[in-house]
């Protein structure tokens, strides 16, 4: 074929349209960031040696990177708090995924939500015993049926239909959840009767069972179309019973997310953040007050103290705008913003 | 023993402060208002027969009696709610207890909440098979647990222990309801997935086929103390399976209460109610905007609508406000004034 002026004239039109097109897309382009968090609680710097300081931070820097790539590659925010949350869910660090803690009977029952603040749409799954990240099902519950929650087998059979990854459930054990499993039990045959205990004496951390830590991981996320998205995954309490189900599967309670709000995924004594709806509430206060996202949160923080719970919250709103708030004396947690730079702390600053 | 002046002044100030009391107590004691709902959904006026019409009336009239009962007795707003429930949940008119639809596996799956707008406390059960009153069983995990929510076989271990009553799972067996399940399972085999259909297919009303109902039950109570409860019971929806949890045993989506703002039950499309996190969305407009009640509910089911939700909410305040506002053509729904007078409507007024 012989290029003629015509089809260099046509090659020129459609190139100029394309370079506009493709700034256009830029200035359109929203800000990238994601806010992960690890769990909050009691963790005592007596008990944090460099070491496990370290692969703490490693993990949540792992995470952080993992849902960026998603993001610096255009995809949505959804797509970025899974790929992070499943960094968790993989480690045997936090208790979510592999590295979940025993219930009374010896099994793992794992919690997970997700939200996507364009759509409100929501997905969570609470109770399963062998899908791989939970995160995922709670992902094909919201995209895949007309639900937003299943429970136990129903939940996972469901999943399973939907590509999700079973283990078996040998691959959650780990000799320290069993452990603690086992020093709990112990515990509790003190003069607390068997469903009458302090939750937090049951969330034992990684770190020590002087460690008082909620371990549930989260993660929120603004991608490049301005979209918001919150995921929360847990593995429950060590020694629960009775079927208890907590915060984290609870959307309004654990995690909730509204572009015109924020996306929030909360850590802590789930019985509170049920009795405030305490995601819920951020995005309600951010909505209905019109104030920001570090007040809301920090407000929340505040009423969740007065009522006696404790505990984390992170959130993130449209602008980019981050708030990591808890009234614990830690909680794992980081960001990392459009240029890659992360931040991750386990302390107060 | 001589009755002297000294004993008779001692008698006329016991008297006098007694009387004083008597008299302060009434000047404090709040009205006393309940109000239900037993559903909201499309209930043709033509499938309503004047029979089936005055047995819903006549079910609804007596929930409100024997829950203003224990009110009049200055009794808690939480034992008036759960009286109302109670009779809601022992009629096989209404989709929760004796009522309840089947699973898609011929079971019944049951779900309830209940909360204290005093203390904030809730409790919730979701999935149980063998229990006569899930609402008893949800104020069981609040009053004798440390938790908010217990799930299947777990939640029913801890209400049997706690004396809640069981029966064989033959006591749900309603010949109608089967007959629900039939229809729908037939209906299932055209187009549709088996997770891909719409809740108010599946929740044929006791009425006929082509009413689509939510068949929920619920109350809001004000007690003399001025306390507000508030309790929500549901038999969930015709043939779900998947373990699929709706928005009635979720704190804060179908059941909220805060004396501050309001009690407030729902009954609707259980997914958007989630998605909205409603009961709490009504609460914290009362609470963050200053708006009356009957506004909060009335922008809520608005919004709920936008989404492309339907349903209705019943709420009331502390002064003794009602609300029952529903984007459906009825809800089943009545209210109890102090002076014991009952109103029950099924359609739009």
Not at 181 to 198: P, V
Not at 208 to 223: I, N, P, Q, R
Request: with cysteine; glycine share 10%.
């Amino acid at each position: 074929m012989k290029i003629t002026i015509k089809h260099y004239l046509l090659f020129t039109l459609l190139f100029s349209v394309s370079a506009i097109k493709a700034q256009r897309f830029a200035e359109n382009q929203s800000k990238i960031v994601l806010v992960v968090h690890g769990g909050a609680g009691t963790i005592n710097k007596k008990n944090m040696t460099p070491e496990k300081e370290a692969n703490y931070k490693a993990a949540l820097t792992l995470a952080l990177q993992k849902g960026f790539n998603e993001l610096k590659l255009g995809k949505s925010a959804l797509d970025a708090v899974q790929a992070a949350v499943n960094v968790m869910e993989d480690s045997p660090l936090f208790n979510a995924g592999k590295g979940a803690v025993f219930t009374n009977e010896g099994k793992n029952e794992l919690d997970a939500s997700i939200m996507d603040g364009r759509t409100l749409k929501a997905g969570a799954v609470a109770g399963v015993t062998s899908l791989k990240n939970p995160v995922n099902a709670a992902r094909a519950v919201m995209e895949k049926s007309q639900h937003v929650m299943m429970v136990g087998k129903g939940a996972e059979i469901f999943a399973t239909s939907q590509g999700c990854e079973t283990v078996p459930t040998s691959y959650f054990f780990t000799q320290e959840r069993w452990q603690q499993l086992e020093r709990a039990k112990k515990s509790e045959m003190g003069d607390r009767s068997a469903y009458n205990f302090d939750p937090r004496e049951s969330m034992i951390s990684g770190v020590s069972d002087e460690d008082k830590k909620f371990g549930t991981v989260g993660a929120v996320a603004l991608d490049i179309n301005g979209d918001l998205a919150a995921a929360t995954s847990t593995g429950g309490m060590t020694n629960k019973r009775y079927g208890r189900v907590g915060d984290s599967p609870i959307i309004g309670a654990g995690t909730y997310c509204n572009n015109l709000t924020a996306g929030i995924s909360c850590t802590g004594w789930g019985e509170y953040y049920i009795r405030l709806a305490i995601a819920n509430r951020v995005s309600n206060l951010i909505e209905f007050k019109n104030i920001s996202v570090e007040e809301a949160t920090k407000q929340v923080i505040s009423e969740l103290g007065n009522l006696g719970g404790d505990g984390g919250i992170i959130a993130l709103d449209q602008k980019g705008n981050v708030a990591m708030d808890f009234n614990t004396s830690g909680m794992y947690r980081g960001t990392i913003d459009e240029n890659g730079n992360v931040s991750v702390y386990i302390f107060k600053n």
